[in-house]
C-alpha cells in the first residue's frame, strides 16, 4: 500500500552495495544519474540509464527465454531477491501470463524442489529447535515494522500435493506475492512465515539436501504450545497485522482457526477463502440457471478444509438467502463424501471430528457398505458436484453423464490443485455434459468448445487468489480487530456482481485474474 510514512533509502542512510543488494531499494540501471552521484553507486553501474519499460522489456526476453515454467519461476524469483520494482512491475504487466508461474500451478513443483533449487532464503524460518528464541528471531525479521500483513504456513498440507516441511515457506511468499500484485499490499510490510515443526513427508526425510527440520512432525501439546507461542507474538509486536492461514492440515487449519479467529484479525484462506470464492461462482451459476441456493442439491468430494469450508460458507448462504430454514435443514442439501464414500453414521471412527453432525447422512437410507460417489449421484441427482479431494479423474464419464441425465445444466467445479489433481479436465465434462456443464476449476485451464456453437466457454479459475487480496486490503485498511463472517460473505457477493456470466449466460462463472486490481479494489455497488 502506498504510505507516506515508508522510510526511502535515504532516510534509511543506505550507500553503495547496501542499497543495490537491498531489493526494496535496488533500481538496476535505472538509478538516474543524480542518483548515481548520491549513493555512490555511478561506478557499479553500466553506464546507460534505463527507463522502467526498458528494464520490463529486458526482463521479459530473458523470462521467455526459459523453456519451461518452473525454469520461469526460479528466474522470477531470482529478480524477487534483486529487484521489487521490476519484479512487480513485470508481473503486472503480465499479470495472465505470469500468474500461474509465480502461483498455482507452478508454485507447486517450486515448493516441492525447493531443497534442490534453495539458493536464498525469504521470509522467516521459525524452527521447532529455535522454540526458546522465537520472540528474538521474531523481532529481528520484523525490523522494528509495522507489519500490514503475515501469511504463515506449517506445510502438512500444501495445495493437493501434502506434506512439504520447510518448502512451505513457498506458499506463505506466493500468496503475499499475490495480495501485492492485486491488491497493493505493500511488500515490504508484508512478511511470508513457516512453522517447521518437522515433516512426516519420508522422501523429504530421506533427501540428504532438504534444507529443513529433519524430524517427524510436532503434534499434540508440543505443536499448540509452538503455534500458541507464534500467535501470541503476532499479538503483541504486530496488533494490527492481518494473519492469514495457509495450508495447515485440516485437523489444525480447523480448530486453530476456532482458537484464535475472536482473539485478532485472522484468516484461514483454505476454509474461509475457499468458501468465499465458490460461494461467488456458484451464485453465478444459479443465476444461469434462474435457481435459488436453497434448491440446490450439492456433492462434495474431498471433504477437507476447502470441502468443509465450501460446505459452510454455501450453507450459510442458503440461510441468508430463506431466513426460516434451520442449520440442519440447510445442511440436509449437502451430501459429503470422502476417501471412504459419503459420510454417513455407519462410518464410525473414521469420521474426522471436525465434520459436524449435521452434514453426516443417516444410515438408514444408505445401508451400511461405503456408497461411493458415482452412487451418490446415481441417487441425489444433484445440481450442483465439487472437488476437492486431490484425487485426479474422480469425476469420471460416468458420473458426469449421470449428473447430466437429471438436470439441465450441472454444475460442476473441480477444484483441486495443483492441474494434474483437477477431479476432470473441463475439456471431458463439457464433452460428457454436451456442453451444459456450468464449470469452474482451481488451477488454469483453456476455454472449450461448446459443440455445435462457434463461440468458447471460458473456465473460471475458481481460486482463492481471486478473493483473499481484496478481503485482506479491506481488513488491513479498516484495521479490523477481527475477520467477520459477514464480511467474508459481503466479499463474496461483490465478487459475483463483478461474473460475466450475471450479464450474459454464456461467459465466465468469475471474472479473470487479468483484472484482479481493480476486482480487488472495487466497491459494492
Ligand atoms: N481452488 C481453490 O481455491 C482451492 C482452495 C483450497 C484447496 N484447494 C484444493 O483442494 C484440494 C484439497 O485441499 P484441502 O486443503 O481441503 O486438503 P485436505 O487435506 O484438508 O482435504 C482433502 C480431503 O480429500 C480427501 N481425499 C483424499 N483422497 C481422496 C480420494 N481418493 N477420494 C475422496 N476423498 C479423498 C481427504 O481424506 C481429505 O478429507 C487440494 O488439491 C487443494 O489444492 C483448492
Ligand atoms: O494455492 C492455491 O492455488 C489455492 C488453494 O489455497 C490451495 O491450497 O490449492
Ligand atoms: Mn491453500
Redesign the pocket.
Known sequence: MASAARPSCIKVGLKGPAILNNPRFNKGSGFSRKERDDFGLRGRLPYAVDTLDEQVARAYQQFSDRTNALSKNSFLQSMKSQNWVLYYSLLQRNLTEMFPIVYTPTEADAIAQYSHLFRRSEGLYLSAPHIDTMEEDFLDACEGRKLDLIVVSDAE?I??IGDQGSGGIGISSAKAVIYTLTAGVDPSQALPVTLDVGTNNEDLLNDDLYVGYREKRLRGKGYDDFVEKFVALVKKHQPQCLLHFE?F??SN?QRLLAKYRDQHSIFND?IQ??GA?TLAALQAAISVTKSKIEDQRIVI???????LGIARQLRDAMKLSSSSLSDDEASRNFWL???YGLIKKSLGDKI?EEIEPAFIRDEQDWGDGETHLSDVVKRVKPTVLIG????PG?FTEEVIKEMSKHVERPIIFP????TR?CEVQPKDANEWSNGKALMAT?SPFDPVEIPGSKKKYIIAE???ALIYPGLGLGTILSRAKVMTDKMIVAGAKRLSELAPAMKDPAEALLPEFGGMYSISFSNPS
Open positions: 498440507a495445495l493437493g495450508d492440515g485440516v487449519a483454505d477463502g475457499t470464492v468430494f474431498g471433504s477437507g478444509s476447502a470441502g463424501v470422502d476417501k474426522r476437492t479431494s486431490t484425487h474422480a477444484l483441486s490443485n495443483p489433481l482451481g475458481c481460486n482463492n
